[in-house]
């Protein structure tokens, strides 16, 4: 599994350990990757994505899932969230 955010394309980032001496070796950044299962109004039926903890928070601010989504880019997202987008955008035309 990639550590990677379904919704905003955060994943793992490099750089330095320093040390008081100033030796420089390398480490990689991990995001804070959560399980989460959010709700879809307009779908209705929950849906289980692994994000960061940041976008989790912009998805609350945004006023839900459904907002996010459609306001999200296409290429930050991943195809599984791609696919929500669409079935989304689907059902709010059918409405």
Same mark, same amino acid.
């Given at each position: 599994?990639?550590?990677? @955010?379904?919704?905003?394309?955060k994943?793992?980032?490099?750089?330095?350990?320093? !040390?008081?001496?100033?030796?420089?070796?390398?480490?990689? &950044? %991990?995001?804070?990757?959560?399980?989460?299962?959010? =709700? !879809?109004?307009?779908?209705?039926?929950?849906?289980?994505?692994?994000? @960061?903890?940041?976008? =989790?928070?912009t998805?609350?601010?945004?006023?839900? %899932? /459904?907002? &996010?989504?459609?306001?999200? /880019? /296409?290429? /930050?997202? !991943?195809? =599984?969230?791609?696919?929500?987008?669409?079935? %989304?955008?689907?059902?709010?035309?059918?409405?």
């Amino acid at each position: 599994m990639a550590r990677r @955010c379904e919704l905003t394309g955060k994943g793992v980032m490099t750089g330095n350990n320093v !040390s008081h001496a100033l030796n420089r070796t390398r480490r990689r &950044f %991990l995001p804070n990757l959560l399980n989460v299962t959010l =709700l !879809s109004e307009t779908l209705g039926r929950p849906v289980k994505l692994r994000i @960061c903890a940041a976008a =989790l928070r912009t998805v609350e601010h945004r006023g839900g %899932l /459904d907002a &996010f989504l459609l306001k999200q /880019d /296409d290429a /930050d997202m !991943s195809p =599984l969230a791609q696919g929500l987008k669409k079935e %989304l955008r689907a059902a709010l035309a059918a409405a």
